[in-house]
Every structure is written in C-alpha cells, then in structure tokens.
C-alpha cells in the first residue's frame, strides 16, 4: 500500500536539488517490467513497480480452472532452446515439457486430407520464400501472395494465429526479422507460462492498481503522476503495450512524441483462447490438433486435449479474433462447438463444455495481443526502444528486434532497458 510512511521510507536523498523517492519508476509489471525490475534491484538500485491492474502479469495469465492451469495468454516457450525462460524455469522448480506441437497436424485426417495438408504446408512456405527473394516494394505481406491462390485463405488464418493480423496489415520486413531467428523448438510449463511470469517478480515495491497518468521531465528526474499519488524518480521504464502508448492515456513531454507516432505504426493484432472442458468417454486422443476449416481465414483452430488435460484449447488470430470478440463469449463458444461438430459429428456436443474465453482487445490497461509492424514501419521497433534523454527508457515485446510479440522478447527487452538505466544512472 502507498503510504506517507513508506513514501518517506523510500525517499533517497539523490543530487543537490530534489529529494528522490526510488531510482528507477518501472511502469507495468508484465514479462518487461517484471525482468527490468529484476536486473534493476539486482544491481542494487530502488525501484517502484507501478501497475494498472489489480494483478501482475499483463499478457502472461495463468488461471486455475476445472483443475488445470490455463494460459489465456502466452503458453509456448518459442524458440525455447535459445528462451532465458526455459532455465529460469528449471531453476525455479517448474516443469518444462519439451514435446513437438501437434499444430501442423490434423487429426486422422479429418475433413482435410493428408494431401491438401502438404499442398497448404508447401503454399504458407512458398508464400514466405516469395518473402525473402522477391519481397514486393509495398513491404505488404498480402502482395506476396500468389494471386487466387488455392490456399491464400488457409496462409490468412496462419498469419493471424502468428500475428494476430491478416497479410494485408502486415510488414514484409517484420514478418522476416522474426521469422529468420525463431526456430521449431515450442515448448511448455507444466504450471502455466502466465505463473512462471508473474512468479518471478522479486519482492519489492509494488503498486497494484496504480495507472500512471504523466510523466513528465523535471530537471534531474522525472515526476510520475497516478492514481495513487506522485513520485520522483531519476529514471522510467515503461513497458506498457503500443496500444496503451497510442491511445494517449499517458501524457508524456514532447521529447516522447516520436516514441508515441512510433508505437501507432506497431499496433497490437489479435488473437484470442476459448477453452471448453471435456467429459465423458469422447474418444479423443491427448497431443492431437484440428483445423475447423482450411478453406475459411477466420477459423479456429483446437489443440486436443494438451499435455493429456481434458481440454480443448480453441485458438483464433487476426480477423478470426475479431469476429468471435464481435460476436460474444455465447455466439462465440457456439461458433466453435459447431466447427468441432463439422468435423467430428454432432455427438461430440455432449461432451463439450464451454469454460473459458479470451478478449484481449477489450482488456483494460492491454487493448489486444501482440504487436506487428504495418507495411514499411519495421524500422520503428528501433526508434520505440530508444531512450528519451536518458531518463524515460522503453521496453516490452514491441521493443525487441526480432523476438516481438512473444514473452521471452518481452523479457529481453526489460533487460536490455534496465542495462541501459543502470549504466545511465551508475556510470
Ligand atoms: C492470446 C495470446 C497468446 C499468446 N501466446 C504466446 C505464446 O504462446 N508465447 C509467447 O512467447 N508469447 C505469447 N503471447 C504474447 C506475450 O504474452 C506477450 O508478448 C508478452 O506477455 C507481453 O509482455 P509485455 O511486458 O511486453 O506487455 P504486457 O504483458 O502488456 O505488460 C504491460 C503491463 O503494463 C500495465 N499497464 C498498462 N498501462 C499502464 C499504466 N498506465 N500504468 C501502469 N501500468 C500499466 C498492464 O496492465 C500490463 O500488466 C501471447 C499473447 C496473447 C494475448
């Protein structure tokens, strides 16, 4: 709780002019900002972690349900044989299960044959290798399309589950920059990726929620402004989602307005769980996928029954997000009960049941998933990560050069920011 007792047991007595209640203001306590308070604290620097919501986290949610942990957000360790969080994992107790995705497979074949299968495998890398040899001058992704293709539909509903945005919004160049470092190794945490997040914030100065409102440049510091009083700090991290910084609910000095036009041109796309439990004898095999249609951009696709849970685990990117948060947590659940029906027969109604759904869009202090550059604005991941005279430094998955939209790049990026901070303010 903020306090007078506890604002003056902060305070610091930090220059001639101004009396300091911590070093450094990290603002949001996701993957960013918990990893930035980390580094910070462990180079023995104070710091106060200023979070909007009621909980830590942001974007990594992890949430008991029907007996299992459910992440509503981030639940892959990608790239997981270079991911810090896979050792941080194993160093802290948490189980890492290093078993292949069922993704790309579609269970017994159901509904899409095994040879339409390779066709619209060879079509998505086709489209990336267009990418790479002959990107089109537009930097948009959908002109590398073939044009009416087969599977132009089927590559749509891939770039949403991976961007949360269909190839229209998408840059060429940003899609390459992660898609050239991020290898097949996807791994999971037994206890919820969202938990080994939120569990790693080392204890400290928290404010829960605190939405910061201003921050503005003061001689040798900043003054932040919440909900729940002000503080003066000599340096900020801020960590909160592009679509946060856009929508201008943080007034910053002008000195930030290019970091600001910058976060527009990186927008968060969408995507989106929905999770039905199973019961009964349903016959489904654990570690196995379907694709509710190939033909269809806006489908979803389930995850049977992962790490053996009785679960489905429905997945919706881009527009296919879009459509079932316009639609309703009950038109939704509907929309996915009837895909699974399409493709296993009306039995499998009676051992569905709906428990569990994302809307990252209308999620306070989020506003959506993960980030993409638009066409022609990878370069502005770079000028978001720059720091503003030395004492407002930026981090969060949008920040990372080719790890964005994931919880590792997010992770990274809290370092590096917090690296920068540290070498400002000890030199
Ligand atoms: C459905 C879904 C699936 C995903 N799947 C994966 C996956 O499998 N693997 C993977 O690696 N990644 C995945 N991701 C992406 C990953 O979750 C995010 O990239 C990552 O968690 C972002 O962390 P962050 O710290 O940058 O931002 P956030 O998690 O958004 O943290 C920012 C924090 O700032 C707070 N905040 C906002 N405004 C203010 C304010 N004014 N004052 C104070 N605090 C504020 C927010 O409440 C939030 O807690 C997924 C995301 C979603 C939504």
Redesign the pocket.
């Known amino acids: 709780m903020f306090s007078a007792a506890n604002y003056f047991y902060h305070s610091v007595k930090c220059g001639k002019k101004h009396l300091m209640d911590f070093d450094v203001a990290i603002?949001?306590?996701?993957?960013?900002?918990i990893s930035a308070t980390r580094y910070l604290r462990a180079k023995g620097l104070s710091t106060v972690t200023?979070?909007?919501?009621g909980r830590v986290?942001?974007?990594?949610w992890t949430i008991d349900l029907a007996g299992y942990p459910l992440d509503?957000?981030?639940?892959?360790?990608?790239s997981a044989e270079r991911n810090p969080m896979v050792r941080y994992a194993r160093e802290n107790g948490f189980e890492v299960i290093e078993s292949r995705t069922a993704w790309f497979d579609q269970w017994r074949d159901i509904g899409f044959k095994r040879e339409e299968q390779s066709q619209a495998k060879a079509a998505w890398s086709a489209l990336i290798e267009r990418m790479k040899t002959i990107p089109p001058k537009s930097d948009l992704a959908a002109d590398a399309l073939e044009p009416n293709g087969r599977w132009n539909d089927y590559c749509q509903s891939l770039s949403g589950y991976l961007n949360g945005a269909s190839l229209e919004r998408l840059s060429v160049e940003d899609f390459l920059a992660y898609d050239s470092v991020a290898s097949d190794a996807n791994w999971r945490v037994t206890e919820g990726?969202g938990r080994l997040i939120a569990s790693s914030l080392p204890p400290g100065v928290l404010k829960l929620s605190?939405?910061?409102?201003r921050i503005a440049m003061r001689g040798d510091g900043l003054d932040i402004s919440t909900d729940r009083g002000a503080f003066n700090v000599r340096a900020a991290v801020v960590?909160?989602?592009t679509e946060?910084l856009s929508s201008g609910?943080?007034k910053f000095d002008k000195q930030a307005d290019e970091h600001l036009d910058a976060a527009a041109s990186l927008p968060l796309g969408l995507?989106?769980?929905l999770f039905f439990q199973l019961v009964g004898n349903h016959g489904l095999e654990p570690e196995t996928h379907l694709l509710g249609n190939q033909n269809d951009s806006q489908t979803g696709s389930y995850y049977i029954r992962p790490l053996g849970r009785e679960i489905i685990e429905g997945f919706f990117g881009g527009p296919g997000a879009v459509a079932i948060e316009e639609l309703g947590l009950r038109d939704a659940f509907l929309f996915a009960e009837q895909q699974l029906v399409d493709r296993l027969g009306g039995d499998i109604r009676r051992h569905l049941r709906p428990i569990l759904a994302?809307s990252?869009s209308r999620m306070d202090?989020?506003g959506g998933?993960?980030s993409h550059a638009l066409p022609g604005k990878a370069s502005k991941r770079a000028v978001l990560a720059k720091p503003v005279e030395d004492k407002v430094f930026f981090a969060?998955?949008?920040t990372h050069s080719s790890d964005f939209?994931?919880?590792?790049?997010?992770w990274e990026?809290?370092i590096r920011a917090g690296a920068e901070v540290s070498k400002t303010l000890n030199p």
């Open positions: 603002v949001g306590a996701g993957a960013a900002g200023l979070e909007a919501s986290g942001g974007r990594a509503l957000g981030c639940g892959w360790l990608h990726y605190c939405p910061v409102r960590t909160v989602s946060v609910s943080i995507a989106d769980k994302s990252w202090w989020i998933s993960y969060g998955e949008a939209s994931t919880a590792h790049g997010a990026s809290g």
